[in-house]
């Protein structure tokens, strides 16, 4: 068991410890590797144009929270505390843009609202898509239902009684709304808001795609490694971009933690009753979001079919040749299947083994207490910082393991230590639930302790190990900013593939494989739920 831990502490040292050191070392270093203190970072102060992409950054996410964060809230709280019909449909639209690349709401506000656009004319006449309006509302589509889970679970929670005594008592709708609903689930909303700014802040795809000349963090820290080789400055913008999402982290600890301590084991499922007045208007909100997202998906599948946007309009399948505009062609896809699918084969019995051993046999002290650490801290850095760490660690001379760069293994350990802690949340929540005396019971009768994980622990854990599996595999299928400085020749990723096509102008090609993608993923997805229904429907222990 102890050997187990000190394995997993080896991979998240090598995976994450070490690449975010030598990031850090990085940015007191000279272009030969001399130390010059803070130099760099004086220049980054000093420089108005960086300066400026910080600020971008910043009220761009805080705008994108303060609009997503209303519209997700009432859309959670209309799948969970009214009578909608339709509430499963609705909960399923409400995925589609986890499963598709960020930069497809992108591509499809391009196709409404860009130079060409179908509905340029409702723009002003000084007024473009590309920049923050563009930012902004893509964002708002790809942060939306990260909020909408976030607080579908915050409001499903609700305690009947607390309502009960509200109606007792005579108090008014609006007045059970302000005292019993909202601080129920303030920890949700304050979850919620982090995720959302913190993934707008770190986001890539989107204002690669959309920014147009409007500088953020995150196109700054490609521009100085991709475009001027800078990896110094690279290091410190990379550095100045984890802030917030540090920030954010500890506060989604803090929110995690009081929610978690303010749920009673007496509290009663809360169950609406049907009523118009209530059901209505959230069934015509919920009607809007869905139609939204679902038109989102609907422009960019039609723009791929368009021969020649918006002179030809002739619908073809041209566009899905892929081989006409990218070298790898339909070779990128295989890859981003087989880097889904390593990932998901590799990093699904890892995070389960480790988070068992971590709950159920490792004993205090300062290796599980690492794992423990390391296990949560992916959460707080951004794609693009890991990917930066990766190049400057694993292509140190020094590095005996810098013979993966730019192939499939470090994509796949970049993925798996990338979203590596919510898959270990996942399964502690699974391993929690179970009864400890399986343990016990199977000690006394000199039953070996991994034979009761095989034939106990793992079936009972089934579908919270698919779970960990898929979630994998989708988020290894759409990231960008996690493998976009770390492919090589042959292992170019599909959603590297999109952002390549788009800055080449041939964006009808660059949403038809952001299509691909999310028809791939959502199969997966399906896939997930036939299997779990059938799990349901089998056997279940006692």
């Known amino acids: 068991m102890r050997l187990g831990l000190a394995m997993a502490g080896l991979l998240l040292a090598v995976g994450l ?96 609202f860009g130079n060409q656009g179908l509905f340029r004319f ?56 302000l005292d019993v609903t909202l601080p129920a689930a303030r920890y949700g909303l304050v979850s919620a808001t982090v995720v959302v700014f913190t993934l707008a802040v770190t986001d890539f795809g989107i204002p690669k795609v959309i920014g147009g000349q409007f500088p953020v963090l995150a ?20 550095i100045v971009l984890l802030l917030p999402a540090l920030f954010s982290f500890f506060a989604e600890r803090w929110a995690q933690r009081r929610q978690s301590a303010s749920i009673s084991g007496r509290a009663v499922l809360y169950r609406a009753k049907p009523r118009a007045a209530r059901d209505m208007p959230l069934l015509l909100i919920c009607l809007a979001v869905a139609a939204v997202l679902l038109g989102m998906v609907g422009m960019a599948g039609w723009g791929s079919l368009i021969r020649f946007w918006p002179y030809n309009m002739t619908l073809t399948l041209s566009n899905y040749d892929f081989a006409r505009f990218d070298s790898d062609g339909w070779g990128s896809l295989q890859t ?78 970049n993925c798996v230590i990338h979203f590596y802690t919510v898959a ?15 343990e016990a019971v199977g000690a006394s009768l000199r039953v070996p302790r991994w034979r009761t994980f095989l034939r106990v622990t793992v079936p009972i854990s ?7 599996a898929v979630y994998l595999f989708v988020n290894a299928m759409t990231t ?3 493998v976009v400085f770390l492919y090589g020749s042959g292992s170019k990723p599909a959603s590297v593939a999109v952002v390549q096509m788009d800055e080449a102008g041939q964006v009808a090609a660059a949403a038809a494989m952001a299509c691909v993608i999310l028809a791939i993923t959502a199969t997966v997805k399906l896939a997930q739920l036939g299997v779990s229904l059938s799990l349901g429907r089998g056997w279940r222990p006692a």
Not at 145 to 167: C, K, N, Q, T, W
Not at 219 to 238: C, E, L, P
Not at 336 to 356: C, E, H, Q, R
Not at 462 to 468: E, F, K, V, W, Y
């Open 17 to 112: 410890v070490m690449p975010l050191a030598v990031l850090l070392a990085r940015a007191f270093q000279g272009p030969n590797g001399e130390f010059i203190g803070l130099a760099y970072f004086v220049t980054y102060a000093s420089t108005p144009a960086l300066l400026r992409s910080a600020w971008n950054s910043l009220w761009t996410g805080a705008l994108t929270t303060a609009i997503v964060l209303p519209i997700a809230f009432t859309f959670a709280y209309g799948i969970t505390r009214s009578r909608l019909p339709g509430r499963g449909l609705f909960r399923a639209v409400m995925l589609i843009p986890i499963l598709a690349p960020s930069l497809l709401p992108a591509l499809s506000l391009i196709y409404l």
């Open 122 to 177: 409702m723009l002003p006449a000084d007024g473009s898509i590309y920049g923050p309006a563009g930012i902004v509302v893509a964002q708002c589509i790809y942060t939306f239902p990260h909020a909408a889970i976030i607080l579908s679970v915050a409001l499903g929670m609700a305690d009947a009684r607390l309502f009960e005594a509200a109606e007792t008592l005579k108090a008014s709708r609006f007045r059970i709304f």
């Open 219 to 238: 196109t700054d820290v490609y521009k100085q490694v991709i475009g001027q080789q800078n990896f110094s400055m690279g290091a410190v913008v990379a």
């Open 336 to 413: 981003s299947a087989a880097m889904g699918a390593w990932t998901a084969l590799i990093g699904t019995p890892l995070v389960f083994v480790v988070a068992y051993l971590l709950e159920r046999g490792a004993r205090p002290g300062a290796l599980s207490g690492f794992v423990r650490v390391a296990a949560i801290a992916p959460l707080a850095v951004p794609g693009l910082v890991l990917g930066l760490a990766y190049i400057l660690f694993f292509n140190h001379p020094a590095n005996p393991f810098g013979f993966i760069y730019g192939t499939m293994a470090i994509l796949v350990l």
């Open 424 to 438: 270990h949340l996942t399964a502690v929540t699974a391993i929690r639930q179970l009864d400890p005396e399986f």
């Open 462 to 468: 089934l579908p919270a190990i698919l779970d960990i």
């Open 480 to 482: 960008v900013s996690a």
